[in-house]
């Protein structure tokens, strides 16, 4: 996929959508109020974990990223058959349906992945007292590692 003109992977895009997802999800929690808000004077226990290490460790990340290539050289393939004698309206069209079918691809063989690190962030966090887990991007100093645990979870150890 391309932005401005520039070549963006996959990778990098999920890795983007789970920051903003996790960033949203934390905002959220703070609007309706954490269920388990700790009251003044006891402790906050605050955690992390490296996304893209999570991502990168996920058991079906390859295969889904190997799905999702083979999907996309299919697409294009389609599009130079289909775009022969189209006029230049005609090709922008084609391309931006083509683009919303990859898009939605993506979501499907890479949200799962989200959702089973999601799963496994909040079991470990939850195994370890956390109150608070963050992405490794926003921690500048402090904090317990999570992502080893994170990880082991996702491949079943």
Known sequence: MQIRGRRIGPLWLVAAAVVVVGALLVGVGFWVGFPAV???GQSVAIG??????ALESHPRRS?????????????????????????????????????????QRREDLLGGLDKDIRE????????????????????????TDLTDAVVAKLSGK
Do not use: C, H, W
């Not at 992390?48 to 290490?53: C, F, L």
């Not at 090709?91 to 898009?103: K, N």
């Open 48 to 53: 992390y974990v490296d996304m893209q290490k």
């Open 63 to 103: 295969a889904s990223e190997r799905a999702l290539q083979e999907f996309f050289q299919a697409k294009q393939r389609e599009f130079q058959q289909r775009s022969r004698g189209l006029n230049p309206q005609q090709r922008q069209e084609l391309d931006r349906q083509m683009q919303q079918q990859f898009v």
């Open 38 to 40: 700790p009251a003044i």
């Open 120 to 143: 496994a962030v909040e079991q470990v966090a939850k195994d370890r007292g956390m109150t608070v887990v963050l992405d490794r991007t926003v921690v500048l100093y402090g904090g």
